[in-house]
């Protein structure tokens, strides 16, 4: 006895299916000989993991996480008796609202499948499995309001004048459809006896969540989101626009408990030595937002100003101290 079998889905232009809405498709099977089945049904089923190993000294640790997002089940045998022959059979399932994008890689996976299985009625049960992947992106939430003002502050170890650096910024949306590109308006005091450079940039963090609780962070410099590298001359102001792409292939992820898919926009002040950097990260969501009204924005304490403070040149592990500054502060002074 064989078992063919089709998983035609209906795909949108874009190739992918969103939370909240149908995965329609049809199945094709045939079987080439009068066969009696148990049970011949389809499914709709997403679920996670993620797994990683960690070594302490000779201990090797394991740890990993779970969950499921869908598991829809329709029976299609109506007919006890032995089936053979071409079958087609329309199905619809509906996606959950609050479910995270597909994503798969070497830490973690998310994954949402159409399963068709069938059971022969014998002594082994034995199984015929085919399954479709179901590209899903999840739609996702704001984590700021819109514009954000943000700003950095250096002070430059000096004995004989000040040497501050003082930037203010505004970055124009911080929920960007993928591919959009990030806007920043930054005023930039250099107050230095030395010139800096600003580069602005992309960071992705992926933060993977075990069941005891353990975390792993991935941080990753997105070369290819490079915005941009400005020079400031000593004792000037500059008025600076500059623009950090994002790529059509990267979406945030939420609602899941084992893993978060962050963006943030990573500014640095590039001060010649012995001076060290300072930096600066923004978060931004990337991703589609459903059509539900109304979100909490995070309280004005929570939003970066962020202050650095050389303390001894001598000691580069040392060498600056940070200071989180209210942001209602920080708007007050602009």
């Keep these: 006895m064989v078992v063919t079998c089709q998983i035609l889905l209906q795909k949108s232009k874009e190739g992918v299916f969103r939370s909240g809405q149908p995965v329609i498709g049809t199945l094709k099977y ?50 006890q008796n032995d089936v053979s022959g071409t079958y087609e059979h329309p199905f619809e399932f509906y996606l959950p609202e609050n ?14 499948r159409v399963v068709v299985t069938f059971v022969r009625d014998n002594f082994l049960k034995t199984k015929y499995k085919f399954d479709a ?26 004995l004989t004048s000040n040497n501050n650096i003082d930037i203010k910024a505004e970055i124009e949306k911080t929920f ?22 600003i580069k602005a940039e992309l960071v992705k963090y992926f933060t993977y969540l075990s069941e005891d609780k353990t975390e792993k962070i991935d ?16 004792r000037s102001v500059s008025s600076v626009n500059c623009i950090v792409p994002t790529l059509p292939n990267l979406y945030s992820i939420q609602h899941t408990k084992i893993m978060t898919g962050e963006y943030k926009v990573r500014v640095t002040a590039r001060i010649p030595f012995p001076h060290t950097n300072a930096v600066v990260e923004i978060p931004v969501v990337i991703g589609e937002r459903s059509g539900h009204a109304g979100y909490e924005f995070p309280s004005s304490s929570k939003l970066p100003y962020v202050e650095y403070v050389e303390k001894d040149a001598k000691n580069p592990e040392d060498f600056f101290e940070k200071h989180e500054i209210n942001m209602k502060d920080f708007q007050d002074k602009m």
Excluded: H
């Design 133 to 158: 992947e179901v590209l899903v992106y999840g739609y996702v939430s704001p984590c700021s309001p819109e514009p954000l003002i943000f700003g950095l502050q250096k002070n430059l170890i000096s």
């Design 219 to 234: 941080k990753e410099v997105l070369k290819t989101t490079e915005g941009y590298f400005a020079s400031v001359k000593e």
């Design 30 to 79: 045939n079987i080439d000989k009068p066969t009696k089945f148990t049970s011949i049904d389809i499914s709709l089923r997403g679920k996670g993991k993620c797994e990683w190993t960690e070594t302490y000294s000779n201990t090797t640790r394991y740890y990993s996480n779970t969950e499921e997002y869908v598991n829809i089940f329709k029976n299609l045998l109506t007919d």
């Design 176 to 197: 960007l459809t993928p591919g959009e590109n990030i806007k920043l308006n930054l005023m930039i005091n250099n107050d230095t006896d030395v010139p800096i450079a």
């Design 99 to 112: 479910i995270p994008t597909s994503m798969k890689n070497t830490t973690c996976k998310i994954e949402y």
